[in-house]
């Protein structure tokens, strides 16, 4: 494929440099090779900085930025900023994407029957170590959920789609950018916005972006709840009335379920035989007088048994 649009690959960096280099690697070894690759280190305490310097250096497509920490929205946004390509592709620097993700990407973009389309979405794989060995994805994507109404009310009840999995048309972001009020869910915005424009997508079905699975990544280590309600009240200001109450209406249900699949769970647990004959146990030391005594030699219990 001759090299005749520029792909700009936006990596915003938060302390995980530890990551990074694979990332970037994954970019450097793209087939198709008229890219720029801005990097954004997004305040990191660690040594982002030096590594991303390295790849500046290494290779003049790779350009270092640096800001006060903001948050990822800030980051991205800065990268959309200093972008200068026909198209777009996000790359959290925990992640990687396939060698031929920007060749096949842009191949859909080409192909004279897909006039129209503003965006490319591949399938993914995730991984924990190394991006050559990938297990099954958390979710399963298919081309008929890549619309506003599926991306709107189905969005981590049935599929997400991971940021790095789409090539977009930069003309999209010139009427768009990230709210950096939200510290997260601000992908979700992203999608729910780009689908509420009526986009074309076309679907590839080949796992062309690695999700890593990191334990220390701030969907892992934080309440999300404050910042998904943040999202859903930006929604009020992108939708129609009757989407916003159709959306509205979805969530106190899905409320209502959640909370009453607790609750049998929970009338279910007291019924069973172990809670019951726990139970008769601790009335049986209560009433015998020792049931404190009992609580302070269980955990000595504990400690023997795992000698």
Not at 122 to 142: A, D, L
Not at 213 to 229: G, K, V
Not at 231 to 249: G, I, P, Q, V
Not at 258 to 270: G, H, I, Q
Request: contains cysteine.
């Amino acid at each position: 494929m001759e090299n005749n649009v520029l792909v700009s690959i936006i990596v915003p960096c938060y302390n995980q440099a530890q990551f990074l280099d694979e990332a970037l690697q994954s970019v450097l070894d793209q087939t198709y090779t008229d890219w720029e690759c801005i990097i954004v280190n997004d305040g990191s305490p660690d040594h982002t900085e030096e590594v991303a310097k390295k790849w500046a250096a290494k290779d003049n497509r790779f350009n270092y930025y640096y800001k006060e920490n903001g948050g990822l929205s800030s980051a991205r946004n800065l990268g959309l900023e200093k972008a200068k390509g026909d198209f777009i592709q996000f790359l959290d620097s925990d992640d990687c994407i396939d060698k031929t993700k920007l060749e096949l990407s842009l191949e859909q973009f080409n192909a004279t029957e897909n006039s129209g389309v503003t965006i490319v979405i591949s399938n993914f794989r995730m991984f924990v170590e190394n991006h050559q060995n990938t297990t099954v994805p958390y979710c399963t994507i298919y081309e008929q959920l890549f619309n506003f109404e599926s991306v709107l009310y189905q969005w981590e009840e049935v599929f997400t789609i991971p940021i790095h999995c789409g090539l977009f048309e930069v003309s999209f972001f010139k009427g768009f950018k990230f709210p950096e009020h939200i510290k997260a869910k601000e992908d979700w915005v992203m999608w729910v916005s780009l689908f509420k424009t009526n986009c074309t997508v076309i679907f590839i079905d080949k796992p062309l972006a690695f999700y890593r699975r990191n334990p220390a990544s701030m969907q892992s280590t934080r309440d999300m709840l404050p910042d998904f309600i943040e999202a859903c009240d930006y929604f009020k200001n992108l939708l129609t009335y009757d989407e916003y109450r159709k959306f509205s209406l979805l969530l106190i249900s899905r409320y209502y379920k959640s909370n009453r699949e607790y609750k049998n769970k929970w009338t279910d647990l007291k019924n069973s035989n172990t809670f019951q004959t726990g139970l008769m146990i601790k009335k049986t030391l209560k009433t015998m007088g020792i049931l404190k005594l009992s609580k302070s030699l269980f955990p000595l219990f504990l400690k023997l048994k795992t000698k």
